[in-house]
């Protein structure tokens, strides 16, 4: 049976939380709020917290916002501390925040104010850069694989892409304005300099590198409302995206068979085509899904054929959701290659954030069985996958 154990709750914040991001080791977390500052978590026993047998520890019931009551274990909550804070770290809210994925000593934080602010830790966390461009509430900020470039997006409707040149130097390289409305979300692909962006013009855009210059070579559309953001299976084949629409769609791109005839000359730009393999209906989240993440299968699990892990979303219904993601088992007997998939709901949390809505859910890099969430109440919780 598989179940969520709440396993600690970091309070501190004064306002929601917007959004969690762990480091490369999987074992600090990020988190940013309304309250203007971001804050740097970790447990005191390091990495050993993570391999450390949690079920057969006492459970209390623990006070938490809306006057709620929900178990979490004491133990291992009184484990973790607030290791920095970066006070008035902008002027208004700080939307996302972003370890640099290589070695983690970098941190972005995207602010309300329209700049993103780039930190590296000499002891406490110092300010290198403010990158400054959009007109008006940046919405998200993602680093590449290679920590080489950051995407940055905004109310304006636009996508930025900034390569970092070392000592805290940042070039804009591209000002991309296809969308036509706010765009919610950027991400990066897990294993190539591939973007995607998230829009409230209910469009998925796929943007991609040609001679130093970036193009939209895919929009994905299908949803019919907001399409809030978006996470990449870890192996990179596939993207799901979450919506206003209160759905789930997991997307793939298609193969393309190269010919002599893909050259149509200097100008050619060739574009990338996706399908939807599989979809979450909206009769399992009752309200707007606002983020989604992708972690592994256990060691058990990923030995069988087919499994690709699971899926957590955190929606405005106050109900955290575990998926699993497999291949479609139809597919599979008729000896397919289709990219189909079969996606179930194994495992759910209502009120995981008191009566508010979760914000952010992020699974661990590094241990692929603990999530990290946090909403508008204001509180970070960790969670560990049974």
């Known amino acids: 049976m598989t179940k969520l154990k709440l396993v600690a709750e970091l309070t501190g914040h004064e306002d929601r939380v917007w959004q969690v991001s762990w480091d490369p080791s999987g074992t600090c977390l990020a988190s940013c709020s309304g309250d203007k500052s971001a804050r740097i978590w970790a447990p005191i026993s390091g990495e050993t917290f993570f391999t450390t047998e949690h079920s057969e520890k006492p459970m209390a019931a623990a006070a938490i916002g809306g006057g709620a009551s929900m178990d979490v274990d004491q133990t291992s909550a009184s484990t973790w501390q607030c290791l920095d804070t970066i006070d008035n770290a902008h002027k208004r809210t700080v939307r996302s925040i972003a370890f640099e994925p290589t070695r983690g000593r970098a941190l972005a934080t995207a602010s309300f104010d329209g700049t993103t602010a780039i930190w590296e830790k000499e002891g406490a966390y110092e300010c290198v850069a403010t990158l400054e461009g959009h007109e008006n509430e940046t919405k998200s900020v993602a680093w590449s694989p290679s920590g080489q ?8 409707k636009s996508v930025w892409i900034w390569e970092s040149n070392g000592e805290g130097d940042f070039d804009c390289i591209s000002v991309l304005m296809e969308h036509t409305q706010d765009v919610k979300m950027v991400l990066w692909h897990p294993m190539q300099d591939l973007l995607v962006s998230f829009s409230y013009d209910d469009s998925i855009r796929v943007w991609k590198e040609d001679d130093d210059d970036w193009y ?9 409302s907001t399409v809030w953001g978006g996470a990449f299976s870890p192996d990179g084949r596939f993207l799901a995206s979450v919506s206003d629409d209160r759905t789930v769609r997991v997307w793939t791109q298609k193969c393309q068979a190269s010919s002599a005839e893909d050259d149509k000359g200097f100008y050619y730009r060739p574009d990338s ?7 979450v209906p909206d009769s399992v989240h009752s309200r707007a899904i606002y983020s989604v993440s992708w972690t592994a299968a256990s060691a058990a699990a990923s030995a069988a054929a087919g499994d690709y892990g699971f899926l957590a979303t955190g929606s405005g219904d106050n109900t955290l959701r575990i998926l699993r993601v497999s291949a479609s088992a139809a597919a599979g007997a008729a ?5 189909a998939l ?3 709901l194994v495992c759910e949390r209502q009120n995981a954030h008191s009566l508010s809505d979760i914000n952010c859910v992020k699974w661990n890099p590094v241990y692929p069985s603990w999530l990290a ?5 204001g509180i970070v919780r960790i969670w560990h996958l049974e």
């Open 273 to 279: 085509e996706f399908q939807c393999v599989a979809i």
């Open 373 to 377: 969430t946090c909403g508008d109440d």
């Open 216 to 224: 939209s070579a895919a929009t994905l559309t299908g949803h019919s």
């Open 149 to 156: 470039l950051l995407a940055t997006c905004g109310r304006d």
């Open 335 to 339: 000896g397919s290659q289709s990219s």
């Open 342 to 344: 079969d996606i179930e």
